[in-house]
Every structure is written in structure tokens, then in C-alpha cells.
């Protein structure tokens, strides 16, 4: 009887010091530096995320130092006209969102988000102070060139080649870290425990936050030096502000989170779709588990990062990629994974499959996003820009939209949030879907009301001033609403599609979850400038310069805004079908510590 309580006494301590162990690890597969699992109290958390915010507002504050300008910089400093300067800065804003694949890819498949960011952020200043040194030595020639009054001299072939090679590993430095760095400030929350789970979600509306305040700086200071002139200060101080972020992202390496990555994600696919078409006349379909092959990986993933998906309906041929067939068994082929797939494995394509129709959903969403830094300019340069004396740069309304993200922010966490889970009595709030969808809604009023202000505009500019043919009597100043509800919108859809891309991807595609968001905004550009071309193709006639002319006077730039709005429209009933088709991804929890407290009731009972 001794020995019986001495056995009960040692397996109840023995229990509580792994309950212990595992309350102390993170339980969403998470590891330090070293590839060990991950100590709650000694990494991540706000003071990992934090350094990463900051890095990421000096980063961007650095990326539209050069970008926000830059077609000045081709027209003034290189003579370029502005069809060419237009086109080469579309070309290299396009580049950018390719390498953010790569950048995804590299991260995903074999360095980890940390060594990418890293290496990419580099990279990233490389660019930028040769960017710097080619100004100031040999593009800034003669010296005090470069104003709206004084452009420069020609340039050789050497000087310009040295220019794009600068400019485009800029473009790679920013696109390869830009998709992961999102991933990796995630990283540092555990969202396996309800308090950093509430954190991750915070996170990223905080990290949409120093995105806009950064390219604030770079819009208003930056911009204002650059176009009097004063190119070599604003690429010095982009180089300054990048080389900062560099320094503080490398001091936060002792407390950083990693995901150990997964090898290459477009081999694994394939091997799902081989594996399901060779068993395609296999005819009994397994239960959830049934027969279904799973590799012997720890529920909480804490060895080596992997959790194993829930097994989920839909798509159910590529379940037959898991089943294990006899003829397996006897061929010795359970682990060729062309043959025989784990779980896990066909379910990591089937969320790639249902992320795909949601993700050409926010497409429509980016042309409408879009119109800010185009349509929303040229609307704004037709109308009275003078108040008393002073004059008010068209591109500067901008501003408001990133003060109306400040304040998005600020309400949505911490009025909205609250309370929509008080009232729906769960925790959570909104879904990421709902807040998406929301953010389509509030994209389609605010085209609706850049069509409104587009004919009052008309209206003014053809009685108030008659032999004006690119002047309005209304202020500028009527284009506050449509900003701020462009900025309202994106705290829904931007922000949100953060997180969903993120939440939803798995483990071995997190990054490429963020790159799907920048994707969208790089094909929300194509689909805008299509939009545009095929428009005035069919709005032109004999007597008609069609919508958007350029003397808007003449065109009817509010039909296009109202169309968008309806396009917006058909595009969100689209949204709702697919968010109510798609099932969001379950990963199997760690029950260890429940097992743990059962046995010791059980030894109690006993």
C-alpha cells in the first residue's frame, strides 16, 4: 500500500512538472533561434512584435522615400517625357510585387522568414545608398538641378545603367522582405493561447498602422524636399532610415520566434495530385482517418514546427492522394510520397484551393484602392486647390486617408471589437471574412461618393467659370469624404486580409500568405489600366472624348466612378457566396495537459 501511494505521489509530480513544462512552451509548434521549442516568457511576444513595428514603418518611410516621387526624379533628373517616366515606374512597381513571390517562396520552402528578412533587408539598403551615391555624384549634374524650374543634363549610358541597377535591387530588397515580415511579427504571438491569440490579431492592424505612418513621413517631409530639388537628401535620408530598421530588426534576433520551413510547397503539391490520379479507381472513400495516412508528427508540433491539419470535406478526390492501399503495403511504397500523401499534406492544397476564389475577390477591391493615387489626383488638380493663400498639393489629400486609417484603427479595436463581442457573446469579434466584406461595402459608398463630388465638380466648372476648361469653383477640400472612406475601408479589407491570409495558410505557406495580398494590389494596377483602356474605347465617339480625357471638364469621369461602384457591387455578392462556401482550417490541439489532469483524478479516485 506504501508503494502504491509512493507511485501515485511520484507520477502526480511528475504530471504536474509536465503540465508545467507545457503551460511554459509555446503549443503552436514555434522555436528559438537555437531549434529548440519555443519559451513563452523568454521569446516573442510585444517586445519582439514592437521592433518589428518599428522596422517595418522605417522600412516603408525609406521604399516611398524613393517610390512616392520617383517618376519626377525620371522626368527632371533623366529627361525622360512623361509617357516613359509613367512606364518605367510601372514596370518597377511591378517588379517589386514579383520578387515579393520570391521572397515568399525562399522563405516558405528554405531559409525561414528570418534569414529572408534579413538578407532581403540588405539587399534593401545596398540599393538604396548606391541610389544616393549615383544622385549626388553624376546624376545631379549641374548642381541645384532637379526642380520643377531646373531640370538636369544628360547622362551617360554608364550613369543610367548604374541608376536602374540601384533602383531595382531596391525593388528586390523591399519585394522579397516585405511579404514576410508581416508573417513573421505574427510569429511572435502563440495562437494557441487566448491571450497572444488576441495579440496576433492586434498586431497586424498595429502593423498596418506603421506601414501608413511611414509612407506619411515619406509623402509630406520626404516628398517636399524631393521635389524642390534636394534628391540626394531624401535617398540619403531613405538610406539612413533602412539601414535603422536593419539594426533593430538584428537586435531583436535572441528573442524571435521561427517556423522551421517545409521544403518546396510546389513539390508537395504536385505530389498530391500524382498520388490522387494514380488511386483514381479507388472506389470506397475513407471516413475522416480512415485508412488515411498520417506522418508521426506531435500534436503540437513543438519538435520541428508542423501541426497536422483536421481532415475536411470537399475536394474529396485528392483525399484518395492519403489513402494506403494494399497494393502499397506490399510494393513497400506507405512512404513514397508520389504514391502515398499524409493528410496533412492533401489538406495543405485543399486550403490553397479554397483561399484561391476568396483572394480574386479583394482584385476588384485594390482597382478601387487604386484610384486614390490616379483618378482621385487628377479630379483633385480640376478643382479650386487655394485656401486664403495658401495651396494645397492635389497628391497631399492622401493624408486623409491615412489619418482616417489612424482613427480606424483606434475605434475598431477598441469600440467596434468590443463591442460586437458583447453582443454576439463570443470573444472573437468579427470574422476576418465579415470585416472583408465590410470593407467592400464601405469601397462601394465611397465611390459613390467621388461620383457625386465628380458632378458637383462638373456642375461648378461649367457655370462659374465658363471659358476655363480645367477649373472648378468647388474646393478640393469635398474630396475629405471619399479619402476617409478609402482609409475606412482598407482597416477593414487590408487589415483583414492580413490576418485571414495569414491565419488560413498553413504552416509551410505563411509567407505566401502575405504575398497574396500584395498580389492583389499589383493586379488591382493591371485591371484598373485595362478597365481604363477598354472605357474609353467605348465611350469615345466623333463628338465624345469618352469618360476620362484629359481635360476632365469634358468627360464624364462620376459614369466611371458609378461603374466601379457597381462592379464593386456584383464583385461583393460574388464575396459573400464564396465566404459562406469556405470551411477555415482546424489544426489538431495539444491534449497532453487534459490527459495529464484526467490520470491524476483517475489516481485520485484509485
Known amino acids: 500500500m506504501a508503494c502504491l501511494n509512493i507511485c501515485k505521489e511520484e507520477g502526480s509530480v511528475q504530471g504536474k512538472l509536465v503540465k508545467k513544462e507545457q503551460e511554459v512552451r509555446t503549443r503552436d509548434g514555434s522555436v528559438d533561434r537555437h531549434g529548440d521549442p519555443a519559451i513563452r516568457g523568454r521569446t516573442g511576444t510585444w517586445f519582439a512584435g514592437i521592433l518589428i513595428l518599428v522596422n517595418q514603418g522605417l522600412a516603408t518611410l525609406a521604399f516611398f522615400g524613393v517610390g512616392v516621387n520617383l517618376v519626377l526624379f525620371l522626368t527632371r533628373v533623366l529627361g525622360q517625357d512623361n509617357a516613359d517616366a509613367a512606364n518605367n515606374v510601372s514596370k ?15 522563405s516558405d520552402s528554405y531559409w525561414g522568414r528570418y534569414k529572408t528578412c534579413a538578407i532581403f533587408q540588405a539587399i534593401f539598403v ?35 545603367v548604374f541608376f536602374y541597377f540601384s533602383i531595382y535591387l531596391v525593388a528586390l530588397g523591399n519585394g522579397g522582405y516585405q511579404p514576410n515580415i508581416a508573417t513573421f511579427g505574427a510569429d511572435q504571438f502563440d495562437e494557441e493561447d487566448p491571450k497572444e491569440g488576441h495579440s496576433k490579431i492586434a498586431f497586424f ?7 501608413n505612418l511611414g509612407s506619411l513621413f515619406s ?8 521635389d524642390r530639388g534636394m534628391w540626394a537628401l531624401g535617398f540619403w535620408a531613405s538610406a539612413g532610415s533602412a539601414l535603422l530598421a536593419l539594426v533593430l530588426f538584428l537586435i531583436g534576433t535572441p528573442r524571435y520566434r521561427h517556423f522551421t520551413p517545409k521544403g518546396n510547397p510546389l513539390s508537395r503539391c504536385c505530389q ?34 508542423d501541426r497536422k491539419i483536421l481532415h475536411t470535406q470537399g475536394f474529396r478526390f485528392l483525399d484518395r492522394a492519403a489513402i494506403i492501399t494494399s497494393k502499397d503495403y506490399t ?37 478601387v484602392f487604386t484610384q486614390m493615387a490616379s483618378l482621385f489626383v487628377e479630379q483633385g488638380a480640376d478643382m479650386k486647390t487655394t485656401i486664403s493663400k495658401f495651396h494645397i498639393p492635389p497628391a497631399s489629400m492622401s493624408s486623409f486617408d491615412i489619418l482616417s486609417v489612424a482613427a480606424f484603427i483606434f475605434i475598431y479595436r477598441r469600440v467596434l471589437d468590443p463591442l460586437v463581442a458583447r453582443i454576439r457573446k463570443d470573444p472573437k469579434g468579427l470574422t476576418e471574412l465579415q470585416r472583408m466584406g465590410i470593407g467592400l461595402v464601405i469601397a462601394i459608398i465611397a465611390m459613390v461618393s467621388a461620383g457625386i463630388v465628380e458632378l458637383f465638380r462638373l456642375k461648378y466648372a461649367r457655370k462659374d467659370c ?112 464564396c465566404a459562406r462556401w469556405y470551411k477555415y482550417i482546424k489544426f489538431e490541439r495539444q491534449q497532453e495537459a487534459d490527459s495529464i489532469l484526467s490520470n491524476e483524478e483517475a489516481d485520485d479516485r484509485v
Not at 92 to 106: N, Q
Not at 219 to 226: D, K, P, R
Not at 473 to 502: H, R
Request: glycine share 8%; with cysteine; aromatic share 12%.
Open 92 to 106: 518597377w512597381t511591378g517588379t517589386v510585387y514579383i520578387f515579393s513571390l520570391l521572397g515568399a517562396f525562399l
Open 126 to 160: 545596398t540599393g538604396l545608398v548606391l541610389l544616393s551615391l549615383s544622385s549626388y555624384l553624376f546624376l545631379l549634374k549641374p548642381r541645384g538641378c532637379g526642380d520643377e524650374h531646373s531640370p538636369c543634363g544628360s547622362h551617360s549610358t554608364y550613369q543610367n
Open 205 to 211: 492592424s498595429y502593423f498596418y498602422l506603421a506601414l
Open 219 to 226: 509623402n509630406t517631409i520626404l516628398g517636399y524636399f524631393e
Open 272 to 305: 498530391v495530385i500524382v498520388a490522387a490520379t494514380r488511386k483514381w479507381k479507388v472506389q470506397r472513400m475513407p471516413n475522416q482517418g480512415d485508412d488515411q495516412f498520417e506522418s508521426d508528427v506531435p500534436k503540437d508540433g513543438s519538435k520541428n514546427g
Open 331 to 367: 510494393e513497400n511504397r506507405i512512404h513514397d510520397p508520389w504514391r502515398v500523401c499524409t493528410v496533412s499534406q492533401v489538406e495543405e492544397f485543399k486550403c490553397i484551393l479554397r483561399l484561391l476564389p476568396i483572394w480574386l475577390c479583394t482584385i476588384l477591391y485594390s482597382v
Open 466 to 577: 465658363p471659358r476655363c476648361e480645367s477649373a472648378s469653383s468647388l474646393s478640393i477640400l469635398w474630396q475629405i469624404p471619399q479619402y476617409v472612406l478609402i482609409g475606412a475601408s482598407e482597416v477593414f479589407m487590408y487589415v483583414g486580409q492580413l490576418e485571414f491570409f495569414n491565419g488560413q495558410a498553413p504552416d509551410g505557406l505563411k509567407s505566401f500568405g502575405s504575398a497574396l495580398c500584395m498580389t492583389s494590389i499589383s493586379l488591382g494596377n493591371y485591371v484598373s489600366s485595362l478597365l481604363v483602356t477598354v472605357v474609353m474605347k467605348i465611350s469615345t465617339r466623333d463628338e465624345m472624348p469618352g469618360w476620362i480625357p484629359g481635360n476632365l471638364n469634358k468627360g464624364h469621369l462620376d459614369r466611371f466612378y458609378f461603374l466601379l461602384a457597381v462592379l464593386t457591387t456584383a464583385d461583393l455578392v460574388l464575396y459573400i457566396i
